[in-house]
């Protein structure tokens, strides 16, 4: 396996640290530093600032057999796609590609369930774009004749980005909107989904979210009852300081099945809830660390 993996962050670092070890590795990240840091042997490390075709990039893609991008659009452009695309499209030993979105495609429902059946209504330019790019690289797929996954990430939490974290710091909130649920992921479950999708060079659309969506009050309630503090007083939603980034996610309400893991995949999430995943990361004191 030549496998490549395009913004190499905290969600790609933990499935790697998962996966069978590949015969070679490509990494990107923005910053040449950090690219030169994460080169040895049987990995490469290379700097992409999402605008540049680079030599080196092309070499790597047109080498790869399996290619996973967790590279958000910029200005509703897919920036891979926009530089390399031609590149994977030649890539003549290419068996799998993969790429990380959002369950945000699937916009306000008013709390109703959805699945990969579900068509997309995306309520903002963010989730547009997003839906866009899931489209080429489906399109990309098949042009190129290979499965393509396309996986839809709920909130994603773990080691060193979880409520732990926010009491911890003074940050946590415990915003209320009646009716408000979100649906979870904890960043191992992530892993071991892409693992075995890579596996079985699976291809579609996979939901990777818990299942069991709940509010987020709660969520910092739970967090703050095992570290033994009090939580943070209510907030209504309609005063709360929040960022345009932060409001524009409690404009949208749905609950995801997340059906195709389980069927298509054969995966058992290891953290069902966020109270199993929670306990687990304050249990083994691993909340503050995101190696």
Same mark, same amino acid.
């Given at each position: 396996?030549?496998?490549?993996i395009?913004?190499?962050?905290?969600?790609?670092?933990?499935?790697?640290?998962?996966?069978?070890?590949?015969?070679?590795?490509?990494?990107?990240?923005?910053?040449?530093?950090?690219?030169?840091? @994460?080169?040895?042997?049987a990995?490469?490390?290379?700097?992409?600032?999402?605008?540049?075709?680079t030599?080196?990039?092309?070499?790597?893609?047109?080498s790869?057999?399996?290619?996973?991008?967790?590279?958000?659009?910029?200005?509703?452009?897919?920036?891979? @796609?926009?530089?390399?695309?031609?590149?994977?499209?030649?890539?003549?030993?290419?068996?799998?590609?993969?790429?990380?979105?959002?369950t945000?495609?699937?916009?306000?429902?008013?709390g109703?369930?959805?699945?990969?059946?579900?068509?997309?209504?995306?309520t903002?330019?963010r989730?547009?774009?997003?839906?866009?790019?899931?489209?080429?690289?489906?399109?990309?797929?098949?042009?190129?004749?290979?499965?393509?996954?396309?996986?839809?990430?709920?909130?994603?939490?773990?080691?060193?980005?979880?409520?732990?974290?926010?009491?911890?710091?003074?940050?946590?909130?415990?915003?209320?909107?009646?009716?408000?649920?979100?649906?979870?992921?904890?960043?191992?479950?992530?892993?071991?989904?892409?693992g075995?999708?890579?596996?079985?060079?699976?291809?579609?659309?996979?939901?990777?979210?818990?299942?069991?969506?709940?509010?987020?009050?709660?969520?910092?309630?739970?967090?703050?009852?095992?570290?033994?503090?009090?939580p943070?007083?209510?907030?209504?939603?309609?005063?709360?300081? @929040?960022?345009?980034?932060?409001?524009?996610?409690?404009?949208?309400?749905?609950?995801?099945?997340?059906?195709?893991?389980?069927?298509?995949?054969?995966?058992?999430?290891?953290?069902?809830?966020?109270?199993?995943?929670?306990?687990?990361?304050?249990?083994?004191?691993?909340?503050?660390?995101?190696?």
């Amino acid at each position: 396996m030549r496998l490549v993996i395009l913004g190499y962050g905290y969600t790609a670092r933990r499935i790697l640290a998962r996966l069978p070890r590949p015969v070679h590795v490509t990494l990107t990240v923005r910053d040449p530093a950090r690219a030169e840091a @994460l080169t040895r042997r049987a990995t490469q490390g290379l700097a992409f600032d999402g605008e540049t075709r680079t030599p080196a990039l092309t070499a790597a893609l047109r080498s790869a057999t399996h290619v996973l991008s967790s590279i958000p659009p910029r200005d509703g452009v897919d920036p891979v @796609l926009a530089c390399h695309g031609a590149d994977l499209a030649a890539a003549p030993g290419l068996e799998w590609l993969g790429y990380l979105t959002t369950t945000g495609v699937y916009g306000h429902r008013d709390g109703a369930w959805v699945d990969e059946t579900t068509p997309v209504s995306p309520t903002n330019a963010r989730s547009a774009a997003r839906v866009k790019a899931e489209n080429d690289w489906l399109a990309l797929g098949a042009a190129a004749r290979v499965p393509a996954g396309i996986f839809r990430l709920a909130g994603i939490y773990g080691p060193g980005r979880n409520a732990f974290v926010k009491l911890a710091d003074g940050t946590a909130h415990r915003i209320v909107k009646p009716g408000q649920v979100f649906n979870r992921i904890h960043v191992d479950d992530i892993a071991t989904v892409l693992g075995a999708a890579i596996a079985q060079t699976a291809g579609g659309l996979f939901d990777v979210a818990d299942g069991h969506p709940a509010p987020p009050q709660d969520v910092v309630t739970f967090a703050a009852s095992l570290m033994g503090v009090a939580p943070p007083p209510e907030e209504p939603f309609e005063t709360a300081r @929040l960022s345009p980034m932060a409001r524009s996610f409690y404009a949208t309400c749905c609950r995801v099945r997340a059906r195709r893991i389980r069927e298509s995949l054969g995966v058992t999430l290891a953290f069902p809830d966020y109270r199993a995943g929670l306990a687990a990361l304050w249990r083994d004191d691993n909340w503050r660390d995101e190696a």
